[in-house]
């Protein structure tokens, strides 16, 4: 761990979440943090956990799942900086103020902008089901080979679409009803070990599959119905303004 290290992406990420209201970062104390010791504002607010009860109202629930979608989706296209430990224990959620806390930066990692234009292209094929696009995102990315066979070609797509089912489905996507994680774990272990497909993913992939299949459990584990679709579209432009705040 180094606290000097993480300390800074505290600091930079409060700048670049301070446009929205219903995030909250605590401030860094410097005089008291050292890389073995971190101090910063003490914060009230209930654990994440919490919201998952069943007699918290669903609205309540679905706004919270949103905003930590939505977070996800601004760090890797308009930050291009991550913090890739979705656990319950990294939020608080403040019920007075309705704001949500973040609270743990160790595990953040910054993207290059080539590595965010490449996902920034497979996320638009894939919103647009257009699978011929994907296919080219999914070489351009490392995900498939440029010369791999049609039949690979096809299951790597496959594979694709169905993990990103909620970019592609039409409304408030239901996280805690959907069977996708069982439905890729059977897809994934039949194309990879009894046909074998697929590949291991690109290296430098590692962080943000670890972000977006954590969040999705997250969401689940909350029991948030999200359209995501309809959140990510403006992430997409062409020309989306880079968030360089702190940096």
């Not at 089901?129 to 080219?136: F, G, L, Q, S």
Request: aromatic content about 8%.
């Amino acid at each position: 761990a180094d606290y000097v290290a993480e300390g800074r992406f505290l600091e930079r990420y409060a700048a670049l979440v301070a446009d929205d209201p219903d995030l909250l970062v605590p401030r860094v104390h410097w005089d008291c943090t050292t890389p073995r010791v971190m101090a910063m504002d003490f914060v009230a607010g209930v654990p994440l956990e919490e919201m998952a009860r069943g007699d918290v109202p669903q609205k309540q629930r679905d706004k919270l799942g949103a905003a930590l979608e939505h977070l996800t989706f601004r760090e890797l296209f308009e930050f291009h900086v991550m913090q890739t430990d979705p656990n319950f224990a990294n939020y608080l959620f403040q019920p007075d103020s309705g704001r949500l806390v973040l609270l743990d930066f160790g595990a953040t990692q910054e993207f290059a902008v080539d590595f965010v234009e490449r996902f920034r292209r497979i996320t638009r094929a894939i919103v647009a089901r257009d699978r011929t696009a994907i296919a080219e995102q999914a070489v351009a990315i490392g995900y498939l080979a440029a010369d791999a066979p049609p039949q690979q070609r096809e299951a790597v797509v496959d594979v694709i679409q169905l993990v990103c089912e909620p970019l592609q489905h039409r409304g408030r996507y239901d996280f805690a009803a959907s069977t996708l994680p069982a439905r890729a774990r059977e897809l994934g272990y039949d194309l990879a070990f009894r046909k074998g497909l697929l590949k291991s993913p690109p290296p430098e992939t590692m962080f943000l599959h670890r972000k977006l299949g954590g969040m999705f459990l997250l969401l689940a584990r909350l029991g948030a119905q999200v359209d995501v679709r309809k959140l990510i579209q403006p992430l997409l432009a062409e020309e989306l303004p880079r968030a360089d705040a702190g940096s």
